[in-house]
C-alpha cells in the first residue's frame, strides 16, 4: 500500500460525457502527479500540482483539467469524453517535486462507450 | 524537446538468464529514477540515480548510470518469475520541472 488512495476504482461512462477522478496523497506528500496509461502502453505524463499550484504540464488534452485543494488533495476533470480517452489514470504524489521518489496510487479505470 | 528512449520494449527470457533495459536522453540529466509495474499494478519506485558513473545494487538488481550522465540501464540477474512486470526510467532534465518518461521495458518469462 503506497498511502496514495484514488477513486473510483472503475468508472465506466458513454461519449460526451464528463468524470472527475479523485486523488489523495501520501501524508505530508506535497506534490500530484496525473498519469494516463492507455492498454499496455507507457505513462503519460499529465499534469503535476506541488502544494496547491500548477508546476508542470505534459500532453494534457483541453479537455482535461485538474486542481488541487488546500487540504491537498487533487481532481482530475475529463470532459466531453472520447473513445480513445478509456484508460488507466494514476496520481502520484512525492514530497517534494519531480526530483523525488514518486508514489502511485492504485488507478482509475475509465472505460467509454 | 528532451527525451528519453528505452530498449527493448520487450524481453522474452527463460527463468534463470540475465534480463538487462537501456535508457538513453538526449539532453543531461540531474538525476534518473526506475519503477517496475506488475501486470495489473501500479508503478513502484525502486531506485534513484543522481552522480556521474553511479552503480547502485538491490540483491539481483543491478542500476548504472552513465559518466555523461545522459544513460542508464537496469540489469538483472538470474531472472526469477517474481521479476516479471514493465520497467521504466524517467529522467529529470537540467530545468529541474518535469520528469521525462522512457517508453518502458516489459519483461516475460519464457514458460
Known amino acids: 500500500d503506497s498511502g496514495v488512495t484514488q477513486t473510483p476504482k472503475h468508472l465506466i461512462t458513454a461519449t460526451g460525457q464528463r468524470v472527475t477522478l479523485r486523488c489523495s496523497p501520501r501524508s505530508g506528500d506535497l506534490s500530484v502527479y496525473w498519469y494516463q496509461q492507455s492498454l499496455d502502453q507507457g505513462l503519460q505524463f499529465l499534469i503535476q500540482?506541488?502544494?496547491?499550484?500548477?508546476?508542470a504540464k505534459g500532453n494534457i488534452l483541453e479537455r482535461f483539467s485538474a486542481q488541487q485543494f488546500p487540504d491537498l488533495h487533487s481532481e482530475l476533470n475529463l470532459s466531453s469524453l472520447e473513445l480513445g480517452d478509456s484508460a488507466l489514470y494514476f496520481c502520484a504524489s512525492s514530497v517534494g517535486g519531480p526530483g523525488y521518489e514518486q508514489y502511485f496510487g492504485p488507478g482509475t479505470r475509465l472505460t467509454v462507450t | 524537446g528532451q527525451q528519453v528512449m528505452q530498449i527493448p520494449q520487450y524481453q522474452h527470457v527463460q527463468e534463470g538468464e540475465d534480463f538487462t533495459t537501456y535508457c538513453n536522453s538526449s539532453t543531461t540529466l540531474s538525476n534518473i529514477q526506475w519503477y517496475k509495474q506488475r501486470p495489473g499494478g501500479h508503478p513502484v519506485f525502486l531506485i534513484q540515480l543522481v552522480k556521474s558513473g553511479e552503480v547502485k545494487k538491490q540483491k539481483r538488481l543491478t542500476f548504472q548510470f552513465g559518466e555523461a550522465k545522459k544513460n542508464s540501464s537496469l540489469h538483472i540477474t538470474a531472472t526469477q518469475t517474481t521479476d516479471v512486470g514493465t520497467y521504466f526510467c524517467a529522467g529529470l532534465g537540467d530545468s529541474n520541472y518535469q520528469l521525462i518518461w522512457g517508453a518502458g521495458t516489459k519483461l516475460i518469462i519464457k514458460p
Open positions: 500540482y506541488y502544494n496547491g499550484e500548477e508546476r
